[in-house]
């Protein structure tokens, strides 16, 4: 079931500061101030933030502001709040009263659990050169996830209280707040939509989003997503919580000191993947600095039964190019498997990590005793970084660091994965 509210019924009560969540759903709030946290068989995650701002006169994306988030768990009783009095927005203006709520809940019998988030702004002004400054007010959003004893379902609300233009000298002009598939154009100054929500319901999960207002300034060609919240929920959870990623390479330093982030990077859902292994795949990425690589890929996979839950992540790289031969290394894997049984032992592993063959200037090389190859000149090769994490392990497969004076450091097929106890 899902169920999308615009709540004009707001406004007055948030314009007047009163920055409260309704009670949209009184079942899937009902529990959030609960003080002891309980396991439940559901996966649960939430987010929300204030504003992201994006384009225009603006490098790259803002950080979010008001940012909050509940990352898997599977305890109802959780509750965080984030609160930000005032932030400013590069490029764009400033958010007031940039509120987050969110929390995981059950009902006193169990048989209901969910996850929400509700995000209010009180005030966001966005400035425009020569134009006046355009003024949002009281936006609001609401996102749940539930289970309850008729299956899953999802509920959206957003809000707009108000929009203004304030120009030098002048009243501020008060105008008509939009509606869904009906946004607000003030010619020469700004676009203002009523948010996009999602919401998804299955026999095994829920999702819902929601923003509560997408602004396109017309002068500096900016977008500002104000008030987004976010819940899922997830079922399947036995014995245990899962959270890992992969990624082929990762890099610092390479090419005037550009960072490389984690490519391609694969997470592990929290509640698993059902047994099946997911995987992504690039077939070659030029970090500069005449470096190559090819068959980039990564594969992550989790799985609950009655007797354990297990999983794996694995990052991989076919071969890896330095100076046109300088440095070659092929066949490289990093991989973890991590198990945790129906009694709570945990067996972790480095099964399927290797590295394959190194050559310098076609000459073949190998790994001394004391498992770190420098080639003068070239790169120091470490193989096989691997570190014991409460409830898993991490894997480094290869790093290369650069002895060309860049300092560069190169992480080849990483992969990490920890699957915490349920508490079931």
């Not at 979010?64 to 959780?78: K, L």
């Not at 932030?87 to 400033?94: D, E, K, N, Q, Y």
């Not at 936006?139 to 809000?159: N, P, R």
């Not at 014995?239 to 490389?260: E, L, P, Q, W, Y």
């Amino acid at each position: 079931m899902r169920t999308r509210l615009v709540l004009p019924s707001l406004v007055a009560l948030l314009s007047a500061g009163l920055v409260a969540s309704p009670s949209l759903d009184a079942q899937a709030a009902d529990g959030a101030n609960q003080a002891a946290r309980t396991p439940t068989a559901f996966a649960m995650k939430t987010s929300g933030f204030g504003t992201r701002v994006q384009g225009g006169q603006v490098p790259a994306s803002s950080d979010t502001t008001g940012y909050d988030v509940i990352s898997c768990t599977n305890e109802a009783g959780r509750d965080h709040r984030n609160y930000e009095a005032s932030v400013t927005l590069p490029g764009a203006g400033l958010a007031e009263g940039v509120k987050t709520h969110a929390w995981t809940a059950t009902g006193q019998d169990g048989a209901r659990v969910s996850s929400s988030t509700v995000h209010d702004v009180a005030r966001v002004t966005l400035a425009q050169t020569g134009a006046g400054k355009l003024v949002l007010t009281a936006i609001h959003s609401k996102s749940s996830a539930v289970h309850d004893a008729t299956g899953f379902h999802t509920i959206t609300s957003t809000a707009i209280g108000g929009v203004s233009l304030v120009s030098p000298g002048l009243p501020a002009q008060s105008f008509p707040v939009p509606t869904p598939g009906q946004p607000l154009t003030i010619p020469g100054v700004a676009t203002v939509a009523v948010g996009t929500s999602h919401e998804s319901a299955t026999d095994h999960a829920a999702h819902a989003t929601a923003n509560a207002a997408d602004v396109h300034l017309l002068v500096s060609d900016t977008r500002v997503r104000i008030a987004h919240s976010a819940a899922h929920l997830y079922d399947g959870v036995i014995h245990g919580i899962f959270k890992g990623n992969a990624n082929a390479t990762r890099a610092t330093g390479v090419a005037d000191n550009v960072r490389s982030g984690p490519t391609p990077l694969q997470y592990v859902p929290c509640q698993g993947t059902g047994g099946d292994a997911r995987s992504k795949s690039i077939a070659s990425l030029d970090l500069g600095g005449n470096i190559a690589v090819q068959g980039l890929s990564t594969k992550v996979m989790g799985k609950q039964t009655a007797d354990k839950t297990t999983g794996f992540a694995s990052g991989r790289v076919a071969s890896f190019n330095l100076g046109d031969g300088q440095l070659v290394i092929t066949g490289i894997v990093g991989r973890v498997n991590v198990d945790r049984l129906a009694g709570g032992r945990l067996i972790r592993t480095l099964a399927g990590t290797t590295v394959g063959s190194i050559t310098s200037n076609g000459d073949p090389q190998s790994f001394p005793d004391t498992g770190v190859l420098t080639i003068p000149g070239v790169a120091k090769i470490e193989r096989s970084l691997s570190e014991m994490k409460p409830n898993g392990l991490s894997v480094t497969a290869v790093r290369i660091t650069l002895l060309d004076g860049s300092g560069a450091v190169i992480n080849l097929g990483q992969a990490q994965l920890k699957i915490k106890p349920s508490g079931r």
